[in-house]
DNA sequence: CCGATTTGACCGTC
DNA sequence: GACGGTCAAATCGG
């Protein structure tokens, strides 16, 4: 619909901003840290900031997701007990053993997911808790559900797939839905391995999706600076690690109707600009061997940043 | 004892 | 009817 924006549309993006303006100063101290002489301790700190930089983007394009998406929380069933008592209750034909309400769900057509290729499952500080494994059609490897543990308390509905890819047996594939809404206390986002410290390993390949009508991956990669931290590491076929990870936008695009053509709508333009952020993220991450011209683009970003935290929303 | 995981059942969508 | 996402009882484990 054409309508206006919902009363508590401002609320998201002045959180979206805040995000933004979080994420400009992070980079700002990042460039800071990065034009000096490094010290060792420099380094963790460097880390320290990249992962919030991360981390401000990831929050970011999940709260302008799952709004420009018009697909408001009200709407993406943002209290999981309303639906619940909309999917039994509206029908409330069926007998009403406890059975029944088993596998009773509505699949995320209209939410919002990104997909996410990863040789190394990575701990976002995020708590997922494990609901569901299932073989799929075709595969050497079940595939594991995960939601966000605050679920039940906090209604945050965040959930997300792990599956193991076939062929290469380092690559997981993991696709989130939904966007936390929990007010979970984060950790550092950390990166797990069941081999070591190997930068240059964990390749980390995106790609946003809207699941409306249009499925387009837009991939990009990134290598992470890591700071290793073992857990539970998952068996070959049980991905059970809580991991998860900061994000960046590939072009995301929601594919809501387009009516006017015309004109570069705001949402277009801010999709732009975050869009833009990609082509920095091979630029922040790969910061362990950073140099001059590397340095150079911090000042891009900073100016990307600039543009989205001065856009009229 | 309590929270997390496992796993078969259930059911919406294709 | 097959597939895949979710539920929830049973089980595990700290």
New binding site residues.
Partial sequence: MESPWPENLSSYRRTAIQELAQGRDFTNQLQTLLTKPMIPNDLESAEDLLMKILRSFTETISILNSTDASDFPAKRSAC?DCQ?SE?SGGESS?SST????????????NSDSFTKLTSTLIDDGH????????????TVHP???F?C?HKPDQGCQA?K?VQKTEGEPSMYKITY?GHHTCQSKLKAPQIISDSGFSPNDSSVLFSFQSTDNHRHENPFLLSFPTSIKEE?TPSDD?T?A?NNQSSLSSDYFPAHNHNNQSSLSSDYILSHELSTFNSYSDVISGMNNYTASKTESFDMEIMSFEDVCNFEF
């Fill in positions: 999981w619940k999917d069926k406890v059975k029944d309400r088993r596998g009773s769900y509505k699949r995320r057509k708590a997922w808790r494990k609901y569901g494994q299932k073989t799929i059609l075709n595939r594991n559900y939601r543990t959930t797939q839905n539970s049980h059970a809580h």
